[in-house]
């Protein structure tokens, strides 16, 4: 009788306890199941890196599942839409942006960098990174793989659509990006001409803008495509730099 009373009870305190998680996840709303953290935006470091201050701990968040070319590698060349990359998100979170930070299982990598999926006013920087073709769905390690067919999905819309990284044949590979790769315009300007001079430029928010030689800009300027003539730019649908 006694064993049967205390099996009462139990069940009696087990009903309680999972009441009052049910209440407690409905209170605190999507964050407990999400397990976020605030943070704010120190600066960005690279179209995939960020540094973030948590508390009063500086950290450095590697943005889950993606990959972007490099911008600021110590060893490596600037790749092309590794700039554009690093600007957008530089646009998307000034210094001093307050973001929600939403870990996976693991939480720091073998550098350890915080691993996090950022959020930013109901959006997911990461698939941004990748919807707007700066990124690659990449990285896929297990367990941290909560967003990865959401992530592929927009991807594989991105690639259809032939926008940043993806406009350059080759260009992206499993391993990471080609630099070697050239896009079909600079491949037909070299036919035509020994040396190309005149820089074709697609800005951030989408404009092509060509610079020649004598243009202010033009060493500072880096080329997503090359020309022989001013002409072929125009025909390419580029502008002259004003």
Not at 9 to 32: D, E, H
Not at 49 to 74: A, F, M, W, Y
Request: proline letters at 5%; hydrophobic letters at 35%; aromatic letters at 10%.
């Amino acid at each position: 009788m006694e064993k049967l009373i205390d099996y009462i009870l139990f069940k009696k305190y087990l009903a309680y306890i999972l009441l009052f998680c049910f209440i407690l996840v409905g209170l605190t709303g999507c964050q407990t199941a999400k397990n976020t953290t605030t943070a704010t935006v120190d600066h960005v470091i690279d179209g995939d890196t960020v540094k973030v201050t948590i508390g009063n701990q500086t950290e450095t968040i590697r943005l889950l599942l993606i990959d972007t070319p490099e911008s600021v590698h110590p060893t490596k060349p600037v790749q092309p839409f590794g700039k554009e990359a690093s600007n957008y998100l530089k646009e998307m979170l000034p210094n001093g942006t307050k973001v929600e930070l939403e870990y996976d299982v693991n939480k720091r990598d073998k550098y350890d960098r915080l691993l996090a999926y950022i959020w930013l006013d109901g959006k997911m920087i990461n698939e941004v990174l990748v919807e707007k073709g700066f990124a690659r769905v990449a990285y896929i390690y297990k367990p941290n793989t909560k967003y990865e067919m959401r992530l592929k999905k927009v991807e594989e819309t991105a690639k259809n659509k032939k926008i940043g990284i993806w406009s350059i044949p080759n260009y992206v590979t499993d391993r990471g990006f080609d630099s070697n790769a050239e896009a079909p315009s600079q491949k037909s300007d070299s036919s035509k001409c020994a040396r190309p001079v005149i820089k074709g430029n697609i800005t951030r928010g989408g404009d092509k803008i060509y610079h020649t030689p004598a243009s202010p800009q033009y060493k500072v300027t880096k080329a997503e495509e090359m020309f022989c003539t001013e002409e072929d730019a125009v025909k390419a649908g580029f502008r002259k730099a004003g």
